[in-house]
């Protein structure tokens, strides 16, 4: 999904926003909730009412104009559970029809690859830009977010400490903008090859952040992710530092965390040796949003943060995120490269029950897990092995660390999960390949204590 033939159009847009400098944005969110990091879930007027929404196209009137936009509800939606939040911009001359489709990689790049790994639960948004970008006059981008956000959270149930934003190219220029404009309101971002093209009002604030980019990116430069990532290396507390990028030609990525970042508010930086694409392939100049290791990361990015102060974000979701004083750098999607378990399992009841459910298409499959503590104590540390069926290959996984990649792996709790108290539960997934068996795995046990199958 390389979309070349809008490279053009990007740079010159780049150009025009560059050329007549910063545009002034709106600040207005009414009495929505802030967030910030630990904090409690706060329930949106939505919450226990019948919703009048439905999934689909939807309008609305923001700053004079009449704006499109699409909603994506869980099938089992429950308006007693408060729901993630993702806001998913488009690409210049994309359309919120194909980040909600997929495009042609269909289903499984539909909201750049997490509507699938979500398994129904998290709300989607893709807005629609005007003249199919993000220009942002006079802050009205950031208007249509607020305005479509006041809709949604009236009619629906929203964790208003879980919204996030994300996009590619001016996509991802305008999830900046979000960060810079709404720190209080949407907890993390993601920018995939993104450059300050809608604006950046306010931008001293910590927000989570993820950048992804690729060294030869022929319509906007790496230095400009560069730059993006570096205000919110600042904003956030981190400890500054260049970090490792492959060379040219190896076809890999390189995933660093930022160390020393204010707790809750980790930064990401992930270049990859590719042009300007939100589906890069390792070991291929190709791109398919079926293969790429970026919706994994990402989906794994916005999952750590969880609600309620007892679990509180690492500052960290990558093998850098441990206490060491030097970051360190991640040179594949490999599951190995997931956040370090913290504390180490403990020799107590492992009693538990297991919700697995699948995903699968021609050659890959999505598998989300619901680990549930049955027993009467606390699990402090937590490895739960399992055995993958016969053609399965693991390429990256959320929530857990995953060794090996087959047959009989092992997950392993991350430092933010690790702690279940008695009925307490928690979701982990992983993204495979499959060779023909789609079927679940098998033999699950926790510490080493066999579990129940819901």
């Not at 907890?187 to 604006?199: D, I, P, T």
């Not at 589906?279 to 989906?299: F, I, K, L, M």
């Not at 441990?322 to 360190?328: F, K, L, T």
Request: glycine share 12%.
């Amino acid at each position: 999904m390389r979309q070349r033939s809008i490279f053009t159009a990007v740079a010159a847009a780049a150009l025009l926003v560059l050329t007549t400098g910063r545009m002034a944005l709106s600040d207005s969110l009414g009495a929505t909730t802030p967030s910030s990091a630990g904090a409690v879930a706060a329930a949106t007027a939505g919450c226990g009412k019948t919703p009048t929404l439905r999934s689909g196209s939807q309008t609305i009137t923001t700053s004079g104009k009449n704006r499109t936009w699409i909603l994506r509800i869980p099938d089992n939606y429950d308006n007693s559970r408060p729901y993630r939040l993702i806001f998913a911009y488009h690409w210049l001359n994309g359309t919120a029809q194909i980040v909600d489709s997929g495009g042609s990689d269909g289903a499984v790049w539909s909201y750049y690859g997490l509507k699938q790994l979500s398994n129904n639960s998290t709300i989607f948004v893709a807005p629609q830009g005007i003249n199919n970008g993000w220009g942002n006059t006079n802050g009205e981008d950031l208007t249509f977010t607020d305005d479509v956000l006041k809709r949604v959270e009236g009619d629906l149930c929203v964790d208003t400490t879980q919204r996030f934003a994300m996009g590619w190219s001016y996509g991802g220029a305008m999830s900046f903008a979000v960060a810079c404009a709404r720190p209080t309101i949407f907890r993390a971002v993601a920018v995939y090859s993104g450059a300050q093209l809608s604006g950046c009002n306010g931008g001293t604030q910590p927000v989570a952040y993820m950048g992804i980019h690729g060294t030869h990116d022929s319509v906007l430069n790496i230095s400009n992710g560069r730059s993006l990532r570096d205000r919110f290396v600042t904003n956030n507390g981190c400890t500054p530092m260049n970090p490792r990028e492959p060379a040219q030609g190896s076809l890999t990525h390189i995933i660093t965390a930022y160390s020393g970042c204010r707790a809750g508010y980790p930064v990401v930086w992930a270049a990859f040796d590719g042009d300007h694409t939100p589906s890069p392939n390792d070991g291929s100049t190709s791109t398919s949003g079926a293969r790429t290791w970026t919706s994994g990361e990402v989906w794994k990015f916005f999952t750590q943060f969880q609600s309620g102060p007892s679990t509180s974000p690492s500052p960290s979701p990558s093998p850098s995120s441990s206490p060491s004083s030097s970051p360190s750098s991640s040179p594949s999607s490999s599951p190995s490269s997931s956040p370090s378990p913290s504390p180490s399992p403990s020799d107590g009841s492992g009693a538990c029950r297991i919700s697995a459910t699948v995903n699968a298409w021609n050659n890959g499959l999505t598998e989300n897990i619901t680990i549930t503590n049955t027993g009467s104590s606390t699990i402090s540390g937590w490895s739960l092995t399992f055995t993958l069926p016969g053609g399965q290959t693991i390429t990256n996984g959320w929530n857990a660390t995953y060794s090996p990649t087959s047959g009989q792996v092992t997950a392993k709790n991350v430092s933010y999960n690790g702690s279940l108290t008695p009925g307490a539960s928690t979701e982990i997934g992983f993204q495979a390949t499959h060779t023909g068996n789609a079927a679940k795995p098998t033999a699950f046990t926790l510490n080493g204590s066999p579990c129940t199958i819901a």
